[in-house]
């Protein structure tokens, strides 16, 4: 459920998932992986592997030779594809390759769908794809299903009211195939909280159809007299925009201070976050400027920089991003969010500042800062492979449902993978492996990570100071 806060929960407007919280295995500590982006976390749930392996760091990339991603689009993550991201097998691939039917319905960008299974055009599980502005709709769906999806009409025009089609989509999958593992992804809540924040009416609707998707699929599986065992999460939390802020100019005058030529330096805004890219070539001390620079922005939270020329006031990247992909980002800034409500997801919601292209929209709701509102994501394992009304407190994330979903079907592990199966929560699995946290200061940020034998977490992070609200850029200040 995209964007879904577990703070949101509650007896009101989610009952039912309420009530799978209570009756199943309930992560308290379920972290997004790094960073809590969208395409980020889909691609990881999809493979159990994190973007310092799949590449697939967010949603606005950059490649020196392709030049701009939008991983929204199918043709951008195909040419990314093409050099070499994102190769790992899906679960779904997989789980296909050993002749078990899977399903992905996304109602979602259609890039997203996409991420959650590539292999689907190669025939391997069916990909669905329910948002009627997509070109990309149907990949290897069975006849039997595809007949049924026909009975179901045209997708709705609005992708607003694409959330009912898919979940009647699923539904046909479910009774007229019985797949081994579907995987369902909801553009709600995040489509409402970006656009009207995470309190208004709007949200408070779309929380009660999330809610209503998940009881009706729940439903379909358990009339057909099989099994279910359902795992709900999301890929990231959310934090209320305090201010909205155009910052390309600012930092095409960072890099002109450095001394970098136009365009040595390309940032791709991504909400809550900025990636940073340096063109190949570029001087270590060209980019330690930048990179110190960026840090005493008011406006930058904890930066994560390249180890070989980190400051000592950020953070190594290699503390947040595991792996060797060659896509990982130069520069992750991720944008100041207010120090209050460390402890993680509360109401009312944390506060972060909102990073944008000059010229593009502003939104109500933002993630993708290390803020632990932003990282923490529900978690809720329920059916009869799970133990029953059980809280745990160690951490777990999207490569771990993967390594956990790919358990269940097919009793194997998830070789080479970055997730655990997640044991503590399985019927006849033991207690949870203690967990150790380790928190690391870096100027006025921290950041803290938690470590599960050689499975490693980020928390969060924070900024120390508070932030001024004000109208624009040279007004932000930070106040002690
Ligand atoms: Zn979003």
Redo the contacts with the bound molecule.
């Keep these: 459920m995209?964007?879904l806060r577990p703070a949101a929960l509650n007896a009101t407007d989610t009952p039912f998932l309420s009530q799978l919280a209570g009756e199943g295995f309930t992560y308290d500590h379920a972290v997004a992986t790094f960073p809590a982006l969208?395409r980020a976390n889909a691609a990881t749930l999809a493979t159990g592997h994190h973007p310092g392996h799949t590449g697939i760091f967010g949603n606005r990339l950059w490649h020196h030779e392709l030049g701009h991603i939008d991983t929204a689009d199918v043709e951008d993550v195909r040419r990314f594809r093409d050099v070499g991201a994102m190769s790992q097998a899906t679960i779904e691939e997989r789980l296909s390759r050993l002749g078990h039917s899977t399903v992905v319905i996304g109602n979602g960008s259609a890039g997203c769908t996409y991420l959650l299974n590539p292999g689907s055009d190669a025939g391997h599980g069916a990909r669905i794809a329910s948002v009627a502005t997509d070109s990309e709709v149907h990949r290897s769906v069975p006849p039997n299903v595809m007949t049924g999806l026909e009975d179901l009409g045209p997708r709705p025009a609005s992708d607003d009211e694409a959330l009912e089609w898919a979940v009647a989509a699923g539904v046909v999958s479910i009774t007229t195939n019985a797949p081994d593992l579907l995987i369902f992804w909801s553009g709600q809540p995040?489509t409402a909280h970006?656009h009207t924040g995470l309190t208004s009416a709007a949200s408070t609707e779309a929380l009660r159809r999330v809610d209503q998707a998940v009881r009706t699929l729940h439903a379909a599986v358990l009339d057909t007299g099989r099994e279910c065992n359902l795992i709900l999460t999301a890929d990231?939390g959310f934090c209320a925009t305090i201010e909205s802020l155009e910052l390309t100019e600012t930092l095409n005058e960072i890099a002109d201070r450095a001394g970098l030529p136009p365009n040595g330096f390309v940032p791709t805004f991504n909400?809550g976050v900025i990636f940073g890219y340096f063109e190949p070539g570029t001087a270590l001390p060209l980019r330690a400027s930048v990179a110190s620079q960026i840090v005493e922005q008011p406006w930058a939270g904890p930066v994560f920089c390249a180890d070989a020329y980190c400051p000592a006031d950020a953070f190594p990247l290699s503390l947040a991003v595991g792996g060797d992909s060659p896509f990982t980002p130069d520069l992750i800034i991720t944008m100041r969010a207010d120090p209050a409500d460390q402890a993680g997801p509360t109401d009312p919601p944390a506060r972060a500042l909102h990073a944008r292209a000059s010229g593009t929209q502003a939104y109500s709701g933002v993630?993708g800062t290390v803020h632990p509102a932003d990282m923490r994501i529900p978690l809720i394992l329920h059916g009869p492979a799970f133990k029953p009304r059980t809280r745990c407190a160690a951490p777990a994330g999207p490569a771990d449902i993967a390594a956990t979903a790919y358990k269940l079907v097919t009793g194997a592990l998830l070789d080479d993978a970055d997730g655990r199966v997640l044991t503590e929560s399985l019927h006849d699995g033991g207690s949870a492996l203690p967990a150790v946290e380790r928190r690391i200061d870096r100027g006025d940020a921290s950041v803290t990570l938690s470590r599960i034998e050689d499975r490693c977490y980020l928390l969060g992070g924070v900024s120390a100071n508070r932030i001024s609200t004000s109208a624009t850029v040279s007004q932000i200040r930070t106040v002690p």
């Design positions: 995209d964007g969208t995040d970006h990231h909400g993630h």
